[in-house]
């Protein structure tokens, strides 16, 4: 009979980049980050909702499931920072038949936790983050309630917070969604 002490938790072997939650960082500043996040978007402020993002940025909104790899399964967005500019220019043009007119949003976000420090390229440690969302959309033709979970990795980049990763979960990514030209 094995006792607990003799068994071996395989989980240990792997390094998975968590470390613990970097110095310097607390909830009240890494909160007002994101309620800025979320009400630039929001408010279709593209310009300076764009300027959050670092150079190494990644957008992701999975498909099919929390866990699934981006780079084998379809995703509804899976960006680098040049699409993500790409998708700011194309929704500044106005012309974007989905979000013509341009959808009336807000979201509100609860539940944020300082989760672990993340290994970044760049040898240093971004801040994960987790929080739950509602967003609230209205369009001409109908209303909608968007809900999930978003882990977020966060940097200081010359005394500024700045999103280095966005995963946007949401609770019914299993079913075919019908659009989402706005930004999650």
């Known amino acids: 009979m094995t006792t607990p002490t003799e068994v071996h938790d395989k989980s240990d072997d792997v390094d998975d980049g968590s470390r613990p939650i970097p110095e ?15 009400r630039l978007a929001d408010e279709a402020d593209y310009d300076n909702w764009e300027a959050l993002w670092t150079d ?18 379809v995703a509804f967005i ?37 989760l672990c420090g993340r290994d970044n390229g760049e040898g240093q440690v971004d801040l994960e983050v987790g929080a739950n969302f509602i967003a609230y959309e209205s369009t001409k033709r109908e209303n909608r309630v968007w809900g ?11 005394d500024e917070i700045r999103l280095v ?6 609770v019914d990514n299993e079913k075919p969604i019908s659009t989402m030209a706005f930004l999650i």
Do not use: C
């Open 24 to 38: 310097g960082w607390g909830l009240d500043d890494v909160s007002q980050f994101l309620f800025k996040e979320a």
């Open 56 to 73: 190494d940025a990644i957008y992701w909104v999975p498909s099919g499931g929390a866990d699934v790899d981006p780079h084998t399964n």
């Open 78 to 114: 899976f960006d680098n920072r040049r699409r993500i500019s790409t998708r700011m220019q194309q929704v500044k043009t106005g012309k974007r038949y989905a979000q013509a007119p341009p959808s009336n949003l807000r979201r509100v976000l609860g539940n944020i936790e300082l």
């Open 148 to 158: 999930g979970r978003t882990t977020y990795r966060l940097r200081r980049v010359d």
């Open 165 to 170: 990763y966005k995963k946007v979960v949401l």
